[in-house]
């Protein structure tokens, strides 16, 4: 990233100052404002986050708020209720307190002398989420958001449930993280002496987030509330929705440019769970600049060219080797005017009892193929949230390929170039009333590399929506039709498809209570893949410029960042242990303060026993100034028996030396066909 120092406004920071809310709750917000914004009002640019805006995200606010703010714009950065240094408690994510509150702050903002009363939101992730999920309630101030690596749908596609499954590697975890950041105290730097008194609250009254998690098993009023794919007409302002490939939160752009009504830009490019200017996979773009002709256009009423470029700009990505780290993903931008786009068609492929993949079948094919999936496929799937790290990517799939039922097609005469969703269709029998089943998109190239770029779970019972889950009729046919994660790929000369199916993929998965027998009736069945033409339009798109972004934070680090994922297979008792190592380092910023986080996520399954399937999250965090120093500690277990799961969470904290609070919650909740 290129580090500016140039720019058209001087800037002051506000490093805390509070928004008082209706209700007395006072928020901590940071200020980057033009000098002369009082004199002469600008338009505002608002993040709104739990991850404290001192420590957790301070580092990525300085590339860009400072930025923004320099180019003739108001920032602000929000620390939610419950977090940081603001008052009060965070009891879930998306709550309707958390809309209320955003909607609050943008009121205040417009309040300001130094506002014209424009706003915009941006945010990746959390942000991008409540930046879809305010715009819906059309608070007025409001007038244009980005959002970035986010979702318009919480129950099919966020880290609690995926196509009906319970997403063992993330509903957990993600609690987990969410229960350490949530015990965090403030600063008593800010808040003073009462820093004690709402840290030991926090502590005691910030519940488990996964409780209520595992007790919506189905798409109920629960997850309908913040999706925004409820009604995309409740949003009529602006939106520029952004995604990356490497990341979990890819599939709401596609549906945010058919479903909202109103002006609207996608962009996609290689990147995983970060921003595009700063992301890896490469390459990485000059997207604050991006943002600016967003901003300058809808909120300064500049006409900047934005809205006269295509909608959709996309990295076709281009064949790979199987790595677990690509530091760049080759390939080029292309770009659709609407979406969706009438050039691209689907190219349906048959299943055939040979294991085939076919676009031309000859005679009919009513034969059956059967799988049984061993309890430890799916250990080379790697992650499901993907942050770029080493060891994020899965490597070669000829293992799991092998442990799937595999379907393979003839080798391309000539290169296909696929953009969108593909879409398993499936006639099956199974053997037991639950069942499930994973999906995965190979990319094989001539001497055998198996890489995987798209995959998908889907829930049996399901099969009639997911607020209408049915059980399963063993031995009854049936037919269902699903998506796989969306995908730009061009498959080379040469390079074959290879779609594998399997009834178990762990730890994304959680099992089935009882294992089971899958039949595949192939004539019946098939592969569809969205099919783009070339276009010749894509060699003229407007490129983009290099990444940058202001001067870096001047911290240090007093213990480096690393990441590991260490696997463990005991051939005697069949036992698969897999555990997933996060340490964000000690981090010591320039006002004296240590940061420090550790996170380990352990997954263990039995060959042949489902109900052995274990998932342990742990996370630890110390803050410290001087004689300041606090500790925490927690412990999330989850488990399940045939009827029920089986929740434990553990959080002890520490002041100094002395231990000053111990909590364990327990929860057992019915498996609903699940």
């Not at 928020?27 to 986050?49: F, G, H, I, K, S």
């Not at 009060?88 to 300001?112: K, N």
């Not at 773009?285 to 060219?305: A, V």
């Not at 109900?611 to 277990?637: F, I, M, N, Q, Y």
């Amino acid at each position: 990233m290129n580090r500016k120092t140039e720019f058209p406004h001087k800037i002051r920071e506000v490093e805390n100052t509070w928004l008082t809310l209706a209700d007395g709750t006072r928020l901590a917000a940071r200020l980057w404002l033009p000098l002369d914004a009082e004199q002469n009002p600008v338009p505002a640019l608002l993040e709104y986050l739990p991850y404290r805006k001192n420590d957790g995200t301070a580092v990525r606010d300085a590339d860009r708020h400072p930025y923004l703010a320099a180019h003739g714009y108001a920032c602000i950065r929000v620390d939610m209720r419950g977090n940081g240094d603001s008052d009060g408690l965070m009891r879930d994510e998306y709550l309707p307190q958390e809309l209320s509150d955003g909607c609050e702050v943008l009121r205040w903002i417009a309040a300001q002398p130094w506002c014209d009363g424009n706003i915009g939101m941006f945010g990746k992730s959390w942000g991008g989420f409540n930046g879809l999920q305010i715009a819906a309630l059309r608070p007025p101030e409001l007038k244009a958001i980005i959002t970035i690596c986010s979702t318009d749908d919480r129950y099919a596609d966020d880290v609690h449930y995926m196509g009906g499954c319970v997403l063992g590697s993330e509903m957990l975890s993600w609690a987990s993280y969410m229960l350490a950041y949530n015990a965090k105290p403030p600063d008593p730097r800010f808040v003073g002496d009462k820093w004690r008194e709402m840290w030991l609250n926090r502590l005691e009254n910030t519940p488990p987030f996964v409780e209520e998690w595992l007790s919506h098993q189905q798409r109920d009023a629960f997850w309908q509330h913040g999706s925004v794919c409820e009604n995309y007409g409740d949003i009529e302002i602006p939106v520029y929705a952004v995604g990356g490939w490497a990341d979990g939160y890819t599939n709401a752009v596609f549906r945010l440019l058919a479903g909202l009504p109103g002006p609207r830009k996608g962009l996609i490019g290689p990147w995983a769970h970060n921003f595009p200017e700063d992301s890896s996979p490469g390459p990485s773009i000059g997207f604050l600049q991006e943002s600016l002709r967003w901003w300058d256009y809808w909120l300064k009423g500049i006409d900047t060219g934005i809205m006269d470029e295509p909608m959709f700009r996309i990295w076709l990505q281009e064949s790979q080797p199987p790595q677990i780290d690509y530091r760049e993903w080759p390939g080029r931008w292309v770009a659709e005017p609407g979406w969706p786009s009438p050039t691209i068609q689907p190219q349906t492929y048959h299943l055939t009892t040979t294991q085939s993949l076919t676009s031309n079948l000859q005679s009919p094919d009513d034969g059956q193929l059967t799988v049984s999936s061993l309890q430890t496929t799916g250990v080379d799937s790697a992650r499901w949230l993907f942050f770029g790290a080493p060891g994020d990517f899965p490597p070669d799939q000829r293992a799991e390929n092998g442990r799937s039922l595999s379907f393979t097609s003839d080798p391309m005469t000539e290169p296909m170039e696929i953009v969108g969703f593909p879409e398993v269709t499936l006639c099956f029998t199974v053997d037991q009333p639950q069942a499930v089943v994973a999906a995965w998109l190979c990319d094989v190239a001539p001497t055998g590399e198996s890489t995987r770029i798209s995959w998908g779970l889907f829930n049996l019972t399901h099969r009639s929506g997911h607020a209408q889950p049915e059980p399963l009729e063993p031995g009854k046919e049936y037919s269902v039709t699903f998506p796989l994660n969306a995908l730009a790929h061009q498959l080379p000369v040469g390079h074959c498809w290879r779609l594998s199916l399997s009834t178990t993929y762990w730890p994304h998965l959680w099992p089935s209570p009882r294992p089971v027998l899958l039949t595949v009736h192939t004539g019946k069945s098939g592969l569809a893949l969205p099919q783009r033409p070339v276009r010749a339009e894509d060699e003229d798109l407007r490129p983009f410029g290099p990444a940058e972004g202001s001067l870096p934070l001047p911290i240090t680090m007093l213990r480096p960042s690393g990441n590991q994922r260490l696997l463990r297979q005991d051939a005697m008792t069949q036992r698969l242990e897999v555990d997933v190592i996060t340490d964000a380092g000690r981090i010591l910023f320039p006002d004296g303060l240590e940061y420090d986080n550790t996170a380990r996520d352990s997954y263990a399954i039995t060959e042949g026993d489902p109900l052995s399937a274990t998932a342990v999250c742990v996370r630890t965090a110390e803050l410290k100034r001087g004689d300041w120093e606090v500790r925490l500690a927690t412990h999330s277990e989850m488990t399940a028996d045939a009827t029920h799961f089986h929740l434990r969470n553990k959080m002890e904290a520490w002041e100094g030396k002395t231990a000053v609070f111990a909590k364990e919650y327990r929860k057992s909740i019915p498996r609903d066909l699940v």
